[in-house]
């Protein structure tokens, strides 16, 4: 398996407090992506990163911020948890190009985040 | 991404081979298609891909008509174990923004 880590792996926080995700891999690889899981809607990207300090929105970004200031490390950071952010959220990286046809991607094992 | 279309579930008994049929009408000629795999509580893993006629590895095999309007991913004799969902990704080279859908929820029962 891939070396894709998220922590925490559990969170239960209270509506308006800052929560923040952090994805680490020891792959070495540029891309990475936050996705949220929800029943009936497959997963949703959030923000994907394409180096350091490059990231961009995906289809779901409203209220989610990220970070990534080395190869390593993609922090997904909830500015003011709602409830509606309740889900379980999914880090991914895939290799050097990134692109659908030469790199698939590599998923972690979640992080469940419960907003009261 | 072309948009694809597939089952919401399917049910299959321990054994038998499944078939889950993926439509994209509006493939392009770049465009690959993949297969993703995900258990519960765990995140997607690739199976297979491929661009025409059939691929087969040791999980599944892939077929994909002359036309490429749609591609049907054949599990052999599955088990329990292969209770599962999974999604079908259609894109290109540039494509690294992957578009998941809500999958095809495979149940196998005993």
């Known amino acids: 398996d891939a070396g894709i880590t998220q922590s925490p792996r559990h969170k239960v926080t209270e509506t308006g407090t800052p929560v923040t995700l952090r994805c680490h891999q020891t792959e070495n690889h540029r891309y990475m992506y936050w996705y949220r899981q929800d029943p009936g809607h497959g997963l949703r990207l959030i923000h994907y990163s394409y180096g350091v300090k490059d990231t961009d929105k995906g289809e779901v970004s409203d209220g989610y911020s990220v970070s990534r200031s080395k190869t390593e490390d993609f922090l997904l950071t909830l500015e003011s948890a709602t409830s509606s952010q309740t889900s379980v959220y999914f880090c991914?990286?895939?290799?050097?190009?990134?692109?659908?046809?030469?790199?698939?991607?590599?998923f972690g094992p979640g992080t469940r985040l419960t907003v009261l | 991404l072309a948009k694809t279309t597939q089952p919401i579930s399917m049910d299959s008994y321990e054994g038998q081979e499944v078939n889950i049929t993926c439509s994209h009408n509006n493939i392009a000629t770049n465009d690959y298609i993949t297969w993703y795999q995900q258990f519960p509580s765990q995140g997607p893993r690739f199976i297979i891909q491929?661009?025409?006629t059939k691929v087969t590895n040791e999980v599944a095999s892939l077929f994909i008509p002359a036309d490429r309007k749609s591609s049907t991913l054949s599990l052999p004799r599955v088990s329990l174990s292969d209770t599962a969902v999974y999604y079908c990704l259609v894109g290109d080279r540039d494509d690294y923004k992957l578009s998941f859908g809500a999958g095809t929820t495979v149940t196998v029962r005993a």
């Open positions: 991914a990286i895939s290799g050097s190009s990134g692109g659908l046809v030469t790199d698939t991607q590599y």
């Open positions: 491929g661009y025409k």
